[in-house]
């Protein structure tokens, strides 16, 4: 239902209005922001440890190690969705880049970025030759029978260890395949162009004002109006997966990343502004907690919509989705300030320090 509206859940009225709106605004926009918030990580992370005189190469491919770890931990015990894998490996891989310039780093990106696009188009013109089996088995994971969608409803309204078989077998599934046709390019091309926007000190907030204004109207008018003509033609096209899984889903798949540029930009010109410092000041603190916010997340929606929790799995109606999301936003900005008043790290952002530097600190 995340990627196809139409296979489960109610598509009318407001609740279509929410999709419609969330896709335009979220779907694969923060994904594409924080892949390239890590690429830009990884370069102030071994800039750091450099200057420090520190062996930068060991910290940081530790550092990947430990993040795999917990990506193997979160995807195969809590949630098939985990990005850490993805994150860890594709960061071990950027590492090598970094010495490149900014410009050389783009050229990288590119093909990284294309050849998903060009897998989906070959998709599209082999459809009549794939054999029976292959058409069959695409057409069920688009469009799940009442049987298959009800299969999965129970185990996931049913208790943490039913649902091991169902998880186990979704984060294979997102860890191999997935990601050696999708993620990996995506998440490669992200970190590549956040670690060029690092060296043009697009992050730092060192740009004009002009600058960012001009990157937050060109980012967002391309972005939605990619975005939007994706959703209207795969709506015209009544969501058949021929058209929809793949020449469809290009335009969110492009327009999500200018979109994301467009972001970028309207946060550097928020954090150049002079006003809102209390505001500043807890999307900060949740910045410094990212690690452990994601993963808190995780445990707060698994707790709302799994069996060990409240069950509300597949219950819950899109226009209510949207308050949840919201409520989660608000907590998270009340409590990462309050923990970083009393500590200087994170829970899990400590502990991935300590196990990166073999010191507590």
């Not at 109610?10 to 926009?29: C, E, M, P, R």
């Not at 029978?145 to 979704?170: C, N, P």
């Not at 409520?327 to 500590?343: C, D, Q, T, V, Y």
């Amino acid at each position: 239902a995340y990627i196809n509206p139409t296979a489960y859940g109610d598509l009318t009225g407001i609740n279509k209005w929410v999709w419609i709106i969330s896709h335009i605004l979220a779907s694969g926009k923060f994904m594409s922001i924080f892949s390239m918030l890590f690429g830009a990580g990884v370069l102030l992370f071994t800039g750091r440890a450099e200057a420090k005189g520190l062996n930068s190469a060991l910290l940081h491919y530790r550092r990947m190690g430990w993040l795999l770890l917990f990506g193997m931990m979160h995807g195969y015990l809590l949630w098939t969705g985990d990005i850490l894998v993805s994150y860890s490996l594709c960061g071990m891989l950027v590492f090598l880049f970094r010495n490149k310039r900014p410009l050389t780093l783009i050229w990288i990106a590119l093909p990284f970025f294309l050849f998903p696009v060009l897998l989906d188009l070959f998709f599209i013109g082999s459809i009549s030759q794939w054999p029976a089996e292959a058409y069959q088995f695409t057409m069920e994971s688009w469009k799940p029978d009442a049987a298959s969608i009800e299969h999965h409803l129970d185990v996931y309204r049913g208790g943490w260890l039913g649902q091991m078989g169902l998880r186990v077998h979704g984060t294979i599934f997102m860890q191999t395949s997935y990601f050696m046709m999708q993620s990996f390019w995506r998440v490669m091309a992200m970190m590549l162009l956040g670690m060029a926007l690092y060296k043009w000190q697009v992050f730092s907030s060192e740009r004009s004002s002009l600058f960012y204004l001009k990157m937050t109207l060109t980012g967002l008018s391309l972005g939605f109006l990619l975005s939007g003509l994706g959703v209207s033609l795969n709506f015209k096209n009544q969501w058949i997966m021929e058209f929809s899984m793949f020449l469809g889903e290009q335009f969110n798949y492009v327009g999500s990343v200018a979109t994301a540029l467009g972001y970028t930009g309207l946060i550097m010109l928020f954090s150049k502004s002079e006003g809102c410092k209390g505001m500043k000041s807890r999307f900060s603190a949740v910045g410094r907690m990212a690690f452990t916010n994601y993963i808190l997340m995780t445990l707060i929606g698994t707790f709302l919509f799994y069996g060990h929790g409240l069950g509300l799995y597949g219950s819950v109606e899109r226009k209510f989705q949207v308050i949840i999301v919201l409520a989660i936003w608000i907590m998270i900005l009340i409590i990462s300030p309050l923990w970083l008043k009393r500590f200087r790290f994170g829970p899990l952002e400590r502990i991935w320090r300590a196990l990166t530097y073999w010191s507590w600190q």
